[in-house]
């Protein structure tokens, strides 16, 4: 099982920026994906999640009405678009997945991890 993200990279404080997350090795159906980041020196926190099935979606407060999460079902990938960006969304951003967690915005309740991918939000 692995998951690539990608799309990261160098984005002026506005702009914006879409990460995609390519699962591959087993269908995510029935599994809760999300994003997390990771700033420098601070914990993993929980960004957005999405349940691949119904597609409902979750959103830290700190990113809502900025970020979207979303699926594409045919192409095992899992996106989050990032709008509005702000130097303190510099950090890099990894994507997860849970079969059920408890607690969607537990970082220890995901069963797999992609290796990450860099945002550098510069004022």
């Known amino acids: 099982v692995q998951l690539q993200a990608s799309g990261g990279g160098l984005v002026q404080a506005g702009g914006s920026v879409r990460l995609s997350c390519a699962a591959s090795?087993?269908?995510?159906?029935?599994?809760?994906m999300a994003w997390f980041r990771q700033a420098p020196g601070k914990e993993r926190e929980f960004v957005a999640g999405i349940f691949w099935s119904s597609g409902i979606t979750y959103y830290a407060d700190s990113v809502k009405g900025r970020f979207t999460i979303s699926r594409d079902n045919a192409k095992n990938t899992v996106y989050l678009q990032m709008n509005s960006l702000k130097p303190e969304d510099t950090a890099v951003y990894y994507c997860?997945?849970?079969?059920?967690?408890?607690?969607?915005?537990?970082?220890?309740?995901?069963?797999?991890w992609g290796p990450g991918t860099l945002v550098t939000v510069s004022s």
């Open positions: 997860a997945a849970a079969r059920s967690p408890s607690s969607l915005r537990d970082r220890y309740e995901y069963d797999f």
């Open positions: 090795g087993r269908t995510f159906s029935g599994f809760y």
